[in-house]
């Protein structure tokens, strides 16, 4: 295993991603049992002193945010919570096998691992989630969708939500988290997400109002057959829209270790959300809502496919911008 | 009563017997004046006051003291004066008078204890509808900082106890259980009128937590209280906004996977800019931005408000600079000595004190009217009648 540990960049195939992340979760939930004990015991190692010339190390990889990634990383071998956790790391020390995991962390960060998987979990909106190796992680301009959406619907009485492709959770949990009038169901094709969605649920203490099923939505197979003939008040989605001639240019922490089902959406980017346009026009009520997170692009694409093909089906009601100011969230209406 | 003329000026740090004082006493004839303007005023306000709503807020500030100065004379005409009681023949009516003009001085006498309450009330009434109390960490370092949670817990539930409303703006911890700073924006009417005496740099003496060789510290923390006039408010338009983040070029979304969540925030108007990066998440960052920014543009909104310049001049007079060590913590000796109260100021049962229930309520209550009363003797000393002296009745 070290092996890979010590070897530069992108050279890491898959599977031996997979092998390195399992091999760093089980070693984390060591660390967290043992650091009570082996923090009095032990020599100790100022974490000030640990972090010397990693900054640089992970520069070199390519990785832009050095001392975010190490407080990250400080904060998760140390099992504190982030912010409480000071910008300066003083009085913060490490047991040797802190020390140890420290370093793996790191050089894992080097190949270009995500934080994310590194350290297991990740906070999104108020909740902190789970993450998985092959689980598509949220990124932060979701999280201003899910803003959105839940502004959208903070006086509602009651609304049922489907959610197509949930991944990990996060939009769907969170909009659980700050609305108690939302009931949630999710639809998600990888088993590995489905498990973890229903993790998070749980550990957030959501599990009575969400709901996760194991389906691959296909053409006239949208949803699973238990909930053939159910509506909904709101259907949320973040489909892949990475079009396909642009996996060239994405991140090494993006193509190499994220699940590319979660990313690819055709040439146009917009093959799942077309999908999910049919699946919306069966399962929405009428007046209801569908929110999409989509490229850069897509906006003005949708509200020309509305108009040519899913007129007296679909209405395009508006375009929203993310924090960045680029124009990426939809908003549709069942007629 | 005439006894009470024999004690001098200078006993007015004996609390519980605030009425020998001098200036306060009611023999004194700058006080009966004062008192008489007052009356007059409340009687001109009366006719005059309708419709305007800061008369009337007056007079109904003036009300009680002049019910009372009122109720005092009447009990005053019930005397029998000594030339009566001199003329009078009768020994057995004589010693009746006597008893009666007792009873009666008995009775004055609590009159004017009562009296003196509403014009002490009537000399520092501040109406402010909230206040920015601030707990900072001072010198001690980690020590420092434990302290400083430790008054902002006894702070908080102080709040509670009175039953005050607050809110948190801004609140920076550190690892060990100690706080850096803490904002609070404390929403009562009442409240600035009993926590301006707890501004100043409070001490602590104990053996740190933090501490490996046993010696005692001594560490600060000190207590920031601003009041907030009624007319200081703070909005922000969306688009007076500029939010930075590191992320900002690129295709974003699913092509990259950054995780760096700090934002900063301009606010273009004002040019003030504040920063976030204590969360992992940007949305929490930007929210914890905003709210910092909104503490700040606040706070410059005070400092530039001339009713908060008085007030802060005002709370800063005397003992209770800001800069000055009011209060101490002593650990080692179980005990709590406030520097501003001469005779008395020392309890033990910090543990009970810290709690921030009755025992700091009682204290507050005590430094509460010392204050006031200087400001009472300070008012009628300054105080000059009117050209046409009014007439004693």
Known sequence: MLKYLARPLLTATRSATRSLCSNLSGSSTKTTTTSPT?????????VNQAINGWADKLKAAGIQDTEFNIKCIVSH??????????DDFTQLKFSSEQLANFERFLEARCARMPLQHIIGEWDFMDITLKTAPTVFIPRPETEEFVRLVIENYRQAKHVNMLEVGCGSGAMSLSVLHALPQVEATAIERSKVATVLAWENANLLGLQDRFKVHNHTMEEDNYMPTELQDKQYDLIISNPPYVKTEEFQFLHPEVVVYENLNALDGGSDGLRVARLVFDLACRHLRPGGKLWLELGNEHPPLVKTIMNLKYQGRLNFVGSYFDQYKRERFVQLEKV | MLLRKLLTARSHHLLRRWASTDPLCFQNEKLQAYLESLRQEYYALRVNAAGNSSLYARLSRLDPVVNSLEKHRALQRNITPEQDLAAEKDEDMRALMLEENNVYAELLRKQEEAMLQELLALADHEDYPSLIFEVNAGAGGQEA????????????????????????YAHETTDIGGLRYANLLVNDPEAYNWLRYEAGVHRVQRVPATEKSGRMHTSTASITVIPRPADVQVHIAERDLKIETKR??????????????????????????????????????????????????MQQQLESSEATKQATRKAQQGNLNRNEKIRTYNFVQDRVTDHRVQQGGTQHNLSGFLEGGQPLSDLIERLHLEQRKLKLVELIEEWQPPQKASDKS
């Open chain 1, 38 to 46: 082996s923090t009095t015991g032990g020599p100790l190692i100022e």
């Open chain 1, 77 to 86: 071998v140390l099992n504190r919570k982030f912010n409480t956790v000071p």
């Open chain 2, 145 to 168: 900082m434990l302290f400083a949670q430790e008054l902002y817990d006894m702070y908080t539930s102080y709040f509670e106890h009175m039953g005050w409303e607050y809110e948190q």
């Open chain 2, 248 to 297: 900002a070029s690129g295709a974003g979304g699913q092509h990259v996977n950054t995780t760096d969540s700090a934002v900063r925030i301009v606010h273009l108007p004002t040019g003030l800019a504040v920063e976030s990066q204590s969360e992992r998440s940007q949305l929490k960052n930007r929210e914890l931005a905003l709210k910092r920014l909104q503490a700040k543009l």
